[in-house]
């Protein structure tokens, strides 16, 4: 007798259509069919609020008009200009903003639970990018507010968890964020935060993957110069001081809740590379998320 | 004569009483027999597990420990039920063992997955307990998503900015689902700060454009009473018409025939309109002042591109 679950996909940073899942299906059905589970593919759609926000506050304007003067060489219209448009928005909510947040926060809780449809034992989470800091987050605020975790298993794909803020009062840290949600935790560090996250689920049910070349969950080093501005040369980290992966200890942590962090290397350490290494199909593709998402499904 | 006053102050007194009203979102009480019988059922079963000593023989006292503290908590629930406050006696104790949990999963070393009798403690506590709490923030999310829809992305609520955005997290106006403060429905404040750059037209000996940069706080009325599932119930007078109102303070420049002369002023306002009452510092003179922050009733009237170059 084939088992049935329910998948349920979230977005992470740019512009996604409502039907974003079947970007996914191609990858996640065949898995589900090789391993003989009847298969259901959702997709948590959050953009909507996203771009209602931006069209109220103009924040993707004002951002993208603010590194123009800046010096960045952004053309409007342009496809770097789009995608600045698009990740300045999108973070500036998300991690900036924190009443924005906090409503993203919700709404994505409101829809996701109307998917789910009381099936939440039988239902697996995947989330990229920032989808993969949001459900997290929706996830331990339910935690906080129900004291149980319902759901079957989480594949977090690029998620900013291990990204540390050296400036959180201006730009939340991913992770920190969970504090504010249960005050129980509100002195938690970053790596009781993590265990006790991990501590939630069943065993390996939680597992982040992580392309070590992608520059949101990793610490990439380059010797090249930026895209479009051949006279901004990078030897070393992009970004130097701001912690992109999980340390030691918080790996450590995870392991302790006998949850897992996996890495693979796909694409060049070239930053004309950067949102390639990023994109969701190189996860979907990876050796790690088949063999998890093949084994949660089984299990 | 009178008729009319009468009018208004049945209105005035109508509108406090939904003012009054607005925080009556909490659920419907749930029958104490019910959590009676679920929490007894809960003490019972931890009273077997604490009984069993399989954790004193694994030296697992951390874990006698959280058990022993839920069932003291789930207790005291059943030693306080009868009194009201079902909701709070339920949310106490979900609180009291999240804490639990977390003391217990320090002295175990990072998980609190070491024995059977913690995985019993969970599946008794999300078939009697959990499975209420889980009602509760169904109803919960739907309400508070309902609310900042009204608060933030009301059709009418007009264009802000960014510095706009990045003030809603001051304490008054930011979301906080723990304060039982009257301007909250479960945990979205009512409160919202305004912060804009707005055209004006005063009226004076003659009519001139100024613009202010203002700012203030507006309160947002909600409605008074919302269904189990979380759909709005019933809206009240306020929350159906008014919607929103607030006072703000600003500062500008009036244009006229001599230069421009700086502005200083207050203001009430009441949705998109604000009234102002003027002060111009050089004339030594005071206006009235009508300002409007909301321009997309405009697009209908202009041609297209020309929307982008008024203010936001």
Not at chain 1, 183 to 189: G, I, L
Request: some cysteine; hydrophobic content about 40%; glycine content about 8%.
């Amino acid at each position: 007798m084939s088992q049935q679950k329910l998948v349920i996909v979230a977005h992470g940073i740019g512009r996604h259509a409502e039907d974003f899942k079947k970007q996914w299906e191609p990858f996640l059905l065949p898995l589900a069919q090789a391993t003989g589970v009847k298969l259901q593919v959702e997709g948590l759609w959050w953009d909507d609020i996203q771009q209602a926000l931006d069209e109220k506050y103009d924040i993707s304007a004002t951002a993208t008009a603010l590194a123009g003067q800046l010096g960045f060489p952004l053309q409007a219209g342009g496809t770097a200009y789009q995608q600045a448009r698009d990740f300045y928005k999108d973070v500036f909510f998300y991690l900036c903003a924190h009443e924005m947040s906090t409503f993203l926060q919700i709404e994505c809780a409101k829809k996701l639970r109307r998917l789910t449809k009381g099936q939440e034992g039988h239902t697996l989470l995947i989330g990229h990018s920032l989808g993969a800091a949001m459900l997290p987050h929706v996830i331990w605020r339910r935690f906080g507010s129900t004291g149980e975790n319902l759901f079957h298993s989480l594949i977090l794909l690029a998620s900013p968890l291990g990204m540390c803020s050296p400036l959180p009062g201006l730009v939340a840290d991913p992770l920190e964020i969970m504090r504010k949600l249960i005050k129980e935790y509100q002195t938690a560090s970053r790596t009781e935060l993590l265990g006790a996250f991990g501590d939630c689920w069943g065993p390996q049910r939680l597992n982040f993957i992580n392309n070590r070349r992608d520059l949101v969950c990793a610490e990439v080093t380059y010797e090249d110069s930026l895209p479009n501005i051949p006279h901004v040369y990078v030897k070393g980290h992009l970004l130097p001081d701001i912690q992109k992966e999980f340390s030691g200890q918080e790996i450590e942590a995870v392991a302790t809740a006998r949850q897992t962090v996996q890495k693979f290397a796909f694409g060049e350490a070239r930053l004309k590379a950067m949102v390639a290494n990023h994109a969701v199909e190189v996860y979907l593709a990876s050796p790690p998320f088949k063999t998890t998402f093949r084994r949660l499904l089984r299990a | 004569m009178n008729k009319p006053n009468h009018r208004y102050a049945a209105t005035i007194l109508a509108s406090a009483l939904c003012l009054a009203s607005m925080v009556r979102a909490a659920p419907a009480p749930l029958p104490a027999q019910a959590l009676r019988a679920d929490f007894s059922a809960y003490v019972t079963r931890l009273n077997g597990l604490c009984a069993s000593n399989s954790e004193v023989a694994l030296n697992l006292f951390p874990v006698l420990t959280y058990l022993t503290t839920c069932r003291d908590g789930a207790q005291a629930v059943l030693a306080r039920l009868g009194h009201g406050g079902t909701w709070d006696l339920l949310t106490g104790f979900r609180d009291q063992r999240i804490t639990a949990q977390r003391i217990a999963r320090k002295q175990l070393g990072g998980t609190l997955h070491v024995s059977p009798a913690m995985a019993d403690e969970e599946s008794v506590y999300r078939e009697r307990i959990g499975s209420k709490l889980e009602e509760k923030y169904g109803r919960d999310i739907e309400i508070q998503s309902e609310l900042f829809h009204r608060k933030y992305l009301a059709p009418d609520e007009g264009q802000a900015n960014i510095f706009e955005a990045l003030a809603q997290a001051c304490p008054l106006t930011c979301f906080n689902e723990s304060s039982q403060a009257w301007y909250r429905t479960t945990g979205v404040s009512a409160w919202e700060v305004k912060l804009r750059l707005e055209p004006v037209i005063v009226f004076g000996s003659s009519t001139d454009p100024a613009v202010l940069l203002s700012g203030g706080l507006v309160f947002n009325f909600f409605p008074s009473d919302f269904t189990d599932t979380g759909a709005v119930k019933k809206e009240t007078l306020l929350s159906d018409y008014v919607k929103r109102t607030g006072l703000c303070l600003g500062v500008g420049a009036r244009f006229h025939a001599g230069g421009q002369t700086l502005l200083v002023s207050g203001g009430w306002q009441l949705r998109w309109v604000t009234l102002w009452g003027l002060y111009d510092t050089a004339a030594h003179e005071t206006f009235f002042g009508l300002g409007v922050s909301e321009w997309d009733w405009l697009k209908n009237f202009l041609p297209g591109g020309l929307l982008n170059f008024l203010p936001r």
